[in-house]
């Protein structure tokens, strides 16, 4: 009864390398994010989705690219894999009340991405 | 560029003893949330605060957002060793659709 998974936990690969992250909620939540945890403990937005539409995109690398399927998945695509890339990544996702929005996150378990 | 402070980035405390971490910022929030963090784990909401000068009670942990909505502090009362974590403050800007912008946080440890 996970509210929201991510696949894989760990993932080890090289530099240049083409790799996926997969996000799925299973709380009927409106919206979905991507976020980015630097070694420091950082956490950063990298994208967000509603209704299948990218409604914010920081200014990321165009090597990473959101694809959502359907309301309850988003998943992270990141193409020529850098070592700068290695972080933990973590997906979110909230309700949103339309009358007075507060956008509360709840977070996946994060996929730590290690590229050596 | 809205920056949200966080202070202290490290504490260290025995158990018993009181805490407060501080999230500071010259913008004016719409609400304000507190996560904590346990490693390995994602963050996971214990508040959000949206009228200026609110407190909210969770157990040992006090919340309040200043008046001007411009700050806010998570005050810790004879704090415990399963306090222990990562408590992040996240802020919601008018009009900014979501996006949070999170505080670097506060690793906190409580020593037995």
């Known amino acids: 009864d996970t509210a929201v998974s991510q696949t894989p936990k760990y993932l080890v690969t090289q530099m240049g390398n083409d790799k996926s992250i997969k996000c799925e909620q299973n709380?009927?939540?409106?919206?979905m994010y991507w976020y980015k945890q630097d070694s420091k403990k950082f956490l950063k937005i990298m994208f967000s989705y509603n209704n299948k539409e990218l409604i914010i995109n920081e200014t990321v690398p165009n090597r990473f690219s959101p694809k959502s399927p359907d309301k309850a998945h988003l998943n992270l695509h990141i193409n020529s894999l850098e070592l700068g890339d290695s972080a933990v990544y973590f997906c979110a996702s909230s309700q949103d009340d339309t009358v007075l929005p507060s956008y509360e996150q709840y977070f996946g378990p994060g996929t730590r991405l290690t590229v050596t | 560029t809205q920056l949200l402070e966080q202070s202290p980035q490290f504490l260290s405390i025995q158990e018993g003893e009181n805490l407060t971490v501080y999230c500071n910022s010259s913008?004016?929030?719409?609400?304000l949330q507190w996560y904590r963090q346990e490693p390995g784990e994602g963050p996971v909401l214990l508040v959000t605060v949206v009228t200026g000068g609110e407190v909210k009670k969770l157990k040992r942990l006090t919340f309040q957002f200043g008046d001007a909505r411009k700050d806010s502090s998570l005050h810790i009362t004879a704090a415990q060793p399963g306090d222990t974590g990562l408590y992040l403050c996240?802020?919601?800007?008018?009009?900014?659709?979501?996006?949070?912008?999170f505080g670097k946080g506060t690793k906190l440890s409580v020593k037995p």
């Open positions: 996240a802020g919601l800007y008018g009009g900014s659709q979501g996006n949070l912008i």
């Open positions: 709380l009927g939540h409106d919206t």
């Open positions: 913008s004016v929030f719409s609400s």
